[in-house]
């Protein structure tokens, strides 16, 4: 089968979206399947594996950034990219997510091309990802009664355009259970689960790291990183590391703090796994997924959460689940408990054997049968590379 993955990021970041496409990708080259990868970038191709990328330029229309204006300029340029890429290389099946949504599915439909949509992101509806707030409770869909003035045309547009592609699409496959729930309440489509694959040997390594820190990853205000802050000084004695790209103004919170380093985001990160203690996700926006927490997990750290959102999934019975994110003594309590070596051992075995559910076999076969239910199409119809 020949399939067209078209997506606004497919080899540029480290981020969940892009890694569950790459996962994704790989598994249905495995699979026997012709996947070419369709981005914005170079206009230049290359092989890899078994998949081939073909970069096509995307003008940036100003000079600077404005997410909602950008995505229509972008949508209306893509549409011609994917328009040229289909009428030159017969296509079976198109899968899209994210930012180049709506282009996608439109050029696809005209050609009667199934179209599969993996919803990873809020942002498909609601210009601020559900910042502070649940969506199955907060959110009736009127953007203009939550947002007011904040809610300006280019947003309006947008929100459209994803509207539109969720409702022409043959399937919407959700990244989590919460992720499905929300996709059912705003669209009223049903959306099967598939989970992000991952290589769990990967974050595996070998040999007692001593385990000598608590990691919390993207010191970002939606991750929860004011709280984050307060936890850090009531446990002056408790070592931090501080992971991903820090603005300035969270530096500056930082440098108080003696107890807490910072390290970029890297290759390394199953290293630094390996010497963590716990990982911190005091999110206090709900979350459609939470891909560290499986990584994590899968290097036998056991994480500390907030209880909404997709995480829970993501964390299993391998972490502690905090209901109430403001309670600070939850939080020190949580950590405090994890100082016993027993309890730590036993919640990281539970976490190792949470995540083995997230391989690529488990994940492969629930999206074989959405795709086959929703379009005809039988992904496993290919022969099994080597």
């Known amino acids: 089968m020949r399939i067209c993955y078209s997506l606004d990021n497919y080899d540029r970041a480290s981020g969940g979206a892009a890694l569950a496409a790459r996962g994704l990708a790989h598994h249905l080259a495995d699979l026997g399947h012709e996947v070419s990868i369709l981005q914005p970038g170079r206009n230049s191709d290359y092989s890899d594996g078994a998949i081939q990328v073909h970069g096509r330029n995307l003008r940036r229309p100003y000079l600077y950034r404005q997410h909602d204006r950008d995505t229509l300029g972008w949508n209306r340029q893509w549409r011609h990219t994917v328009d040229d890429y289909l009428e030159h290389n017969p296509t079976d099946l198109l899968i899209t997510q994210n930012r180049l949504l709506s282009s996608s599915i439109d050029a696809a439909v005209a050609r009667n091309i199934p179209t599969v949509i993996w919803a990873h992101a809020f942002r498909l509806f609601c210009p601020d990802k559900f910042f502070r707030r649940d969506p199955l409770q907060q959110c009736q869909g009127n953007c203009t009664e939550c947002m007011g003035g904040m809610f300006r045309e280019a947003a309006k547009n947008n929100q459209r355009a994803y509207q539109h592609g969720l409702q022409q699409a043959n399937l919407i496959m959700a990244n989590s259970q919460y992720m499905a729930r929300v996709i059912k309440h705003l669209t009223d489509r049903d959306a099967p689960v598939v989970y992000p694959t991952f290589d769990l040997d990967d974050w595996r390594q070998p040999g ?27 446990l002056p004695d408790k070592t931090f590391v501080v992971a991903g790209k820090t603005s300035r103004s969270a530096r500056k919170a930082l440098q108080p703090l003696a107890n807490v380093s910072t390290i970029e985001w890297s290759n390394e990160m199953p290293q630094v796994y390996a010497r963590t203690q716990a990982l911190l996700g005091p999110s206090i926006s709900p979350e459609p997924f939470g891909r560290v927490f499986v990584e994590a997990a899968s290097a036998g750290v056991p994480s500390i959460t907030s209880n909404q959102g997709g995480i829970p999934e993501a964390v299993g019975s391998g972490g502690i689940l905090i209901d109430n994110i403001y309670d600070l003594d939850a939080w020190v309590n949580a950590l405090r408990s994890l100082d016993d070596p027993e309890v730590r051992g036993a919640f990281a075995n539970r976490a190792r054997a949470h995540a083995c559910q997230f391989d690529s076999k488990t994940i492969g076969r629930a999206l074989r049968d959405s795709v086959l239910a929703a379009t005809g199409l039988d992904l496993h119809v290919g022969s099994q590379r080597n």
């Not at 010191?219 to 802050?229: D, H, M, T, V």
């Open 208 to 234: 007692a790291a001593r385990r000598d820190h608590v990691l919390f990853i993207k010191p970002q205000e939606g991750k929860g990183f004011s709280i984050f802050l307060d936890i850090a000084r009531a």
